[in-house]
T-cell receptor, first 114, second 117 residues
Framework: RKEVEQDPGPFNVPEGATVAFNCTYS??????FFWYRQDCRKEPKLLMS???SGNEDGRFTAQLNRASQYISLLIRDSKLSDSATYLC???????????????FGGGTRVLVKP | GAVVSQHPSRVICKSGTSVKIECRSL??????MFWYRQFPKQSLMLMAT?????????EQGVEKDKFLINHASLTLSTLTVTSAHPEDSSFYIC?????????????FGSGTRLTVV
């Protein structure tokens, strides 16, 4: 079983619609969670960190469910520019701990269409 | 914001030759850098963790003699793919962990697309 799993998609989303997808992680000791966005042939860029209480950044809302070991990302009012691959990233150790490293999910591809 | 500069962005080399990829942290010191590889339609796979002034830590299945990592200063880490073969063709990305007070994020280089012919 992969440590971080995502539905690869693609999620075909009409412009202006809402899309949501999850990511599951297997290590219950995981401490830090992130959503990264990766455009085709580019490096990943941090979209947002995911906090225990859930957090929102503009049209993006992230949730963490530790009991079920998943995180989610919801995108409201989708824009064409939201088309990308969204990577779920988990850090097993606290961010400040020496030796920590990120584990990436396989990514969920989102295609927003006019 | 913190910037990691990675060069070259794209390289084509002949089978059997070696290729060096550089990763520099431009406005912060990075005692730890990470090297990833990404094959088409797959996620980033960590290859090794580069530690300034000491040997790199390689992930299981990654040949340390083939992928040489040097982290001689707090702002520069290099990955050398030795005796490259077509199966080494991939997207290589470095990442640096910022360790300034109050900021422990990760930032990525722009990646190097290696094609071995």
């Amino acid at each position: 079983r992969k440590e971080v799993e995502q539905d690869p998609g693609p999620f075909n989303v009409p412009e202006g619609a809402t899309v949501a997808f999850n990511c599951t992680y297997s290590n219950s000791a995981s401490q830090s969670f992130f959503w990264y966005r990766q455009d085709c042939r580019k490096e990943p860029k941090l979209l947002m960190s995911v906090y225990s209480s859930g957090n929102e950044d503009g049209r993006f809302t992230a949730q963490l469910n530790r009991a079920s070991q998943y995180i989610s990302l919801l995108i409201r009012d989708s824009k064409l520019s939201d088309s990308a691959t969204y990577l779920c990233v988990v850090n097993r150790m606290g961010l400040r701990a020496a030796g920590n490293k990120l584990t990436f999910g396989g990514g969920t591809r989102v295609l927003v269409k006019p | 914001g913190a910037v990691v500069s990675q060069h070259p962005s794209r390289v084509i080399c002949k089978s059997g030759t070696s290729v060096k990829i550089e990763c520099r942290s431009l406005d912060f010191q990075a005692t730890t850098m990470f090297w990833y590889r990404q094959f088409p339609k797959q996620s980033l796979m960590l290859m090794a963790t580069s530690n300034e002034g000491s040997k790199a830590t390689y992930e299981q299945g990654v040949e340390k003699d083939k992928f040489l990592i040097n982290h001689a200063s707090l702002t520069l880490s290099t990955l050398t793919v030795t005796s490259a073969h077509p199966e080494d063709s991939s997207f290589y990305i470095c990442s640096a962990r910022m360790e300034r007070v109050g900021n422990y994020g990760y930032t990525f280089g722009s990646g190097t697309r290696l094609t071995v012919v």
